[in-house]
């Protein structure tokens, strides 16, 4: 258990939120207020029936609760509220800039137009409490034929997004499946991220590396079990987004005290933390933060390190992650006993 003052050190520290599913950020309660306001009708019967469905026992566990729970999303504004309940959240929490996720399909295989979608998330960026961007994730478990369809319906809507991802069922799933529609999106200039080795093994990770060059790898605490990819990671500082109080929910490991996160610092990788779904998964990021420090050995200097690989892993400008960076250590300055 760490001690109050790093507690609280923690909490206030600035921070950059790189792994966030916007559609996980959907509360019980504005589900239930979006069902009655488009009249949409939900399998569940209250706030506390859906609640006790989060018990998941894998991550397939997890998708099918939260496709179910983003099918109240249908207007623009919806679309809104969402994103500007969950900017405030991370306001809240230090979060100086935020990368979110977002996941077209599943909206507009409900008949949802993707301008509906992109609009109304991109408006609650442009007029949220923090710098907000966004990254626009394929589902792997469909084909990537829709992921083309999907980058083309992006084309007249590129000024609002800065990349796109990989996400959804990932065994079976492996990225060299998309290897195409991330080769267009690079041409098109657009950053490169995936979901891997978060169930999948570190075969994902390498191939989202070598056929989809990806930036950051989303989760990715699987690579421990490869020694030399371990080696290649931190040999390249190539960041990864880990997300504890999910990793816990989806059982990738059974407490935290076990959880590999110290152990990936410890081998030198660009570790950061964050939150993935947290309306699902108990928490934003200070919760996931709080987590993780609670039950590892984890002391001042880690937490500068996290909040410094954030900004440093963060696709900004460089003179604005310089800034952002400067932020962080003045920050620590000030507070180092
Ligand atoms: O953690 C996740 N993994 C894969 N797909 C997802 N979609 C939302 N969250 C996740
Ligand atoms: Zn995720």
Redesign the pocket.
């Known amino acids: 258990m760490m001690n109050e003052q790093l507690r609280g050190i923690v909490r206030g520290m600035p921070k950059a939120e790189l792994h966030i ?1 916007i559609e ?1 950020s959907l509360e019980p309660e504005l589900i239930f207020e979006l069902a009655q306001r488009n009249a949409v009708q939900l399998a569940y019967q209250s706030v506390e029936e859906l609640r006790a469905a989060y018990a998941f026992t894998d ?1 397939q566990s997890f ?1 099918d609760v ?1 496709y179910a729970g983003a099918s109240v999303l249908l207007h623009e504004q919806d679309f809104y509220d969402m994103t500007m309940a969950y900017l405030r959240r991370a306001a809240a929490d230090n979060v100086r800039h935020a990368e979110i996720f977002f996941d077209p399909q599943t909206h507009t295989g409900r008949g949802v137009p993707f301008e509906t979608v992109i609009n109304g998330i991109h408006r609650a960026c442009a007029e949220g409490p923090i710098s907000a961007t966004l990254i626009m994730c394929f589902l792997r478990h469909l084909s990537e034929e829709a992921a083309l369809q999907t980058l083309e319906m992006a084309r007249p809507h590129l000024d609002k997004i800065i990349g796109v991802g990989l ?2 069922s ?1 065994v079976g799933h492996p990225p060299e499946k998309f290897a195409r529609v991330f080769a267009q999106a690079r041409e098109l200039g657009l950053h490169l991220v995936a ?1 891997a080795g ?1 169930e999948g093994p570190p075969a994902y990770i390498h191939s989202a590396l070598d056929v989809l060059h990806v930036e950051r790898i989303d989760h990715g605490v699987r690579a421990i079990e490869d020694a030399e990819l371990t080696a290649r990671l931190a040999r390249e500082q190539m960041a990864l987004t880990v997300c504890p109080l ?1 990793n816990i929910k989806l059982c990738v490991f059974g407490r935290m005290d076990e959880h590999n996160l110290l152990r990936l610092l410890d081998a030198g990788l660009a570790v950061t933390i964050n939150s ?2 947290p309306a699902y998964f108990g928490g934003y990021m200070n919760a996931n933060f709080e987590a993780a420090f609670d039950a590892l050995p984890l002391g001042l200097s880690h937490a500068q390190r996290l909040a410094r690989n954030s900004f440093a892993a963060a696709f900004l400008d460089d003179a604005t992650k310089q800034r952002y960076l400067g932020e962080v250590d003045a920050y620590f300055r000030e507070v180092m006993p």
Request: charged share 40%; no cysteine; aromatic share 8%.
């Open positions: 599913h996980g991550l998708l939260y996400d959804s990932e979901h978060e999910s993935d779904d």
